[in-house]
């Protein structure tokens, strides 16, 4: 048997790799695998902690069957017969090291990732990246090509690739007939042949959950698996019959068999999620696990790993110890539920769906290809046919609907379409991206529904594409930076797998465990927090509005005062910052704008004379963060192109309008924490002689020019600060002047 020595920096890359394993389960179920508690969350079918229940023993019953999938991690995208045991542990330990470099590198973007794309590709860029080290070493014994299973990897991609087409498809069409059927008020019908329908959902569930999900499991009778491989049509119609006969029965018990649905559907997908993504977080170091296992068994240094081509023979408390690690997450990540909320708003029935995304000039264009070919098919199709199809997607109300994303039809549809898709992958041993089918499903469902209205579609189709954009970068990321850092691990050799693992490490721990901005998260549902605090009490809506306000202003106040000082001193890091807040502090008024109008559908008929001036606060808002922007993004420009200073004339300029303006938001600050507007008229005043100021600092500026002339840049930054901070104030003043109507008004 090899020396105990031999085996020293081997154990270190096991234990590593364990450590990453714990660390991608939390970091992965807080990214996408909440992805299973979007429709019922979104639907509202039960309390939190019965929705989180449901999952986790979803989770725990689908760690069970995920050994197949593990098989990819161990031979799907390359031949281990090809490598040695000391290449094995190399390529392993580099591929997740470039992994999470990979996260770290879209978390800091913020852009949209998939654990799985990440995985199939970061094992193809460290395989051909040992390959090119083999090669290039002088070993002739294999060619690159025959290094990588191209096959089975080219399968597995368009595994993916189909289920992002396959599972938008899927969730329209089942919804667009579910809405023909049953229309959005469907309580009358639903009674009546509601079971039916549930049945068909729960049929399907139950087959490709059971029969297909947990054949490998040892659960299932291996005789009853063979029967409903063989009769696979009578299977299902048994499955149909008596499941719909059980909801009927429930039905006529006053059970909501939709709720019965839903959950089971959340188990369903959690089952499935497990089963299919618990490769990404724990396949690969699985199967380090057993290659040092393997290796430590031999008598002799291993040239072959072909015995990772062998099936995967899970351990049980292993398993166990990832789904509680799943489990346990679910109920305690505070990121998994802020997660959820990008596809609800995507996806939600309300036409002012609030959104981030800019959009694009191919969002425009799909939205105008989709009117002009709606246009066209309007044309041809009978009035009786067209009115009768509108009539089944007349939409509710906001007070019909009430404050639920979208209804219990809809969430069942997203549950049952995404389960069977998810369950089929992992039957043919696919590692679907759970987060793409989720997400295309949800997308399919809410164009069926029709909630893509024409004053939002542009915004939820630029989303959509942004999401899926972010699979391509992904795969080229993930692919280069595997490759990259698994070729420094095999020619640093030890120094390097401990330097480039420390390294990782702290990017872990930075990436995840550093606090976070409470205060943004706070602001984010400010606007619907007005909403509910007015159904309750206009006397603490209007604190809570007026306290909005003044948090905006104060947030203004900072970030102005610290551009204007930071070009003083050319502070780069500092501008950069400032031009970062001001983004967000743009989007976020951005956003106000389009949850304004629930809020004022909300408003009682005593409350209907000061509507406008909600409409009016907001709007000047959004266009000081404007401004705002409008004068940190050029400070920054400036100063990171390092272009040449302001002048010390111009320092001692601004530096005095930086006064004033300091001066006038204290004042306005002030007035609105206090909601006491009599110094109005001081406030007027200061503006009034900040703008001759401003007038006085123009002229002086233009004399120099005609004397000295002075640098271009400097000069068209010089003024372009004075015109937008007078636009900023002109904004703020109209703020307090409404708002002053408004408390007037309200008391």
């Known amino acids: 048997m090899p020396s105990r020595n031999l085996f020293i920096m081997d154990l270190f890359i096991v234990i590593t790799l364990a450590l990453l394993a714990i660390m991608g389960i939390i970091v992965g179920v807080s990214n996408d695998a909440v992805n299973f508690l979007n429709s019922a969350f979104g639907s509202k079918v039960a309390s939190k902690n019965v929705i989180l229940s449901v999952a986790a023993v979803g989770v725990m019953v689908g760690v069970m069957t995920s050994s197949g999938m593990m098989d990819v991690a161990r031979s799907g995208v390359f031949y281990p017969d090809k490598f040695s045991y000391q290449e094995i542990m190399i390529l392993f330990l580099g591929m997740m090291l470039s992994n999470i470099i990979l996260l770290d590198i879209y978390n800091s973007l913020g852009l949209p990732t998939s654990t799985t794309v990440s995985l199939v590709f970061g094992l193809l860029g460290s395989a051909l990246a040992l390959a090119l080290y083999n090669v290039w070493g002088g070993d002739t014994t294999y060619s690159i090509g025959e290094y990588i299973n191209s096959a089975n990897a080219l399968g597995i991609v368009s595994g993916i690739l189909l289920s992002v087409v396959l599972a938008f498809f899927t969730g329209h069409l089942l919804m667009y007939i579910s809405r023909i059927i049953f229309s959005f008020r469907y309580t009358k019908l639903f009674n009546r042949f509601g079971a039916l329908w549930c049945g068909v959902t729960v049929a399907g569930i139950i087959y490709f959950t059971v029969f297909k999900g947990l054949k490998s499991s040892g659960i299932i009778p291996e005789e009853l698996i063979a029967f409903v491989n063989d009769n696979t049509t009578i299977s299902l119609i048994i499955l149909w019959a008596g499941s719909s006969l059980l909801l009927w029965i429930l039905q ?23 089963g299919n993504d618990l490769v990404n977080f724990i396949g690969v170091p699985y199967a380090g696990y057993d290659s040092y296992m393997i290796a430590r068994a031999a008598d002799a240094p291993i040239e072959s790993m072909s015995a990772l081509a062998n099936p995967t023979q899970a351990n049980f408390w292993i398993m166990c110890a990832a789904g509680l690690i799943m489990g346990v997450t679910l109920f305690t990540s505070k990121k998994a539920m802020r997660v959820i909320e990008t596809e609800r708003k995507l996806s939600s029935q309300s036409e002012e769906a609030p959104t981030d995304s800019e959009a694009t000039m191919a969002s425009r264009g799909i939205v105008r290809g989709a009117r002009a070919l709606n246009d066209g098919l309007a044309t041809i199709t009978p009035n009786s046919v067209k009115n009768f199809i509108n009539s089944r997607f007349e939409p509710l109300s906001e007070e019909e609907r009430g404050d639920v994303n979208y209804d219990l039809i809809r969430a069942t549809v997203n549950l049952t379409a995404a389960a069977i898709l998810i369950s089929i992958g992992t039957q043919l041993k696919l590692p679907l991206s759970t987060t793409y089918v989720v997400f295309m499903v949800s997308m399919g469902t809410s164009l069926a529904d029709r909630a893509w209205g ?7 189709i630029t989303g959509v594409t942004t999401v899926i954009m972010g699979w391509f970068i992904t795969a080229v990321g993930g692919f280069i930076i595997a490759l990259g850092v698994t070729l420094i691990l095999a020619y640093g050799g030890n120094i390097a797998i401990i330097v480039v693992t420390l390294i990782c490490l702290g990017l872990v721990i930075k990436s995840n465990f550093k606090k976070g901005k409470p205060e943004k998260e706070a602001e984010a549902s400010a606007v619907a927090k007005i909403g509910d605090t007015l159904k309750q009490s ?12 003044c948090s905006s202003m104060e947030r203004v106040t ?13 502070n780069r890091k500092v501008l950069k910052d400032m031009v970062r807040e001001a983004e967000e502090f743009y989007q976020y008024t951005r956003q106000q704008k389009y949850e304004i109008m629930p809020l004022l559908r909300t408003l009682q008929d005593s409350d209907v004379s000061t509507g406008h001036y909600y409409v009016q606060v907001v709007d000047y808002i959004s266009e000081t963060s404007k401004a705002l922007l409008h004068i940190t993004r050029p400070c920054y420009k400036h100063v990171d192109n390092n272009h040449t200073g302001l002048s010390k004339e111009q320092v001692y300029d601004l530096k005095r309008i930086n006064d004033r303006v300091e001066e006038i938001f204290g004042e306005i600050n002030t007035m609105l924490r206090t909601r006491s507007f009599n110094n109005m008229e001081l406030v007027l005043n200061k503006r009034d002689e900040m703008f001759d100021l401003i007038d006085e600092v123009m002229q002086n500026q233009l004399r120099r020019l005609r004397d000295t002339g002075g640098s271009s840049s400097a000069n068209m930054l010089f003024f372009n600060i004075l015109t937008e901070t007078k636009t900023m104030i002109l904004h703020s003043r109209n703020i307090m002047k409404s708002l002053e109507h408004f408390v007037d008004q309200k008391q």
């Open 538 to 549: 206009p006397e603490e809506a209007l604190i809570a509005y007026t306290e909005q306000v």
């Open 454 to 460: 024409r004053e939002s579609a542009v915004y939820r």
């Open 558 to 570: 900072v970030i102005y005062d610290r551009t204007i000082v930071a070009v003083f001193k050319e």
């Open 252 to 274: 006529r018990l006053k059970v909501n068999i939709l709720r019965v649905s839903i959950l089971a559907g959340t188990f369903s997908l959690a089952l499935a999620f497990a």
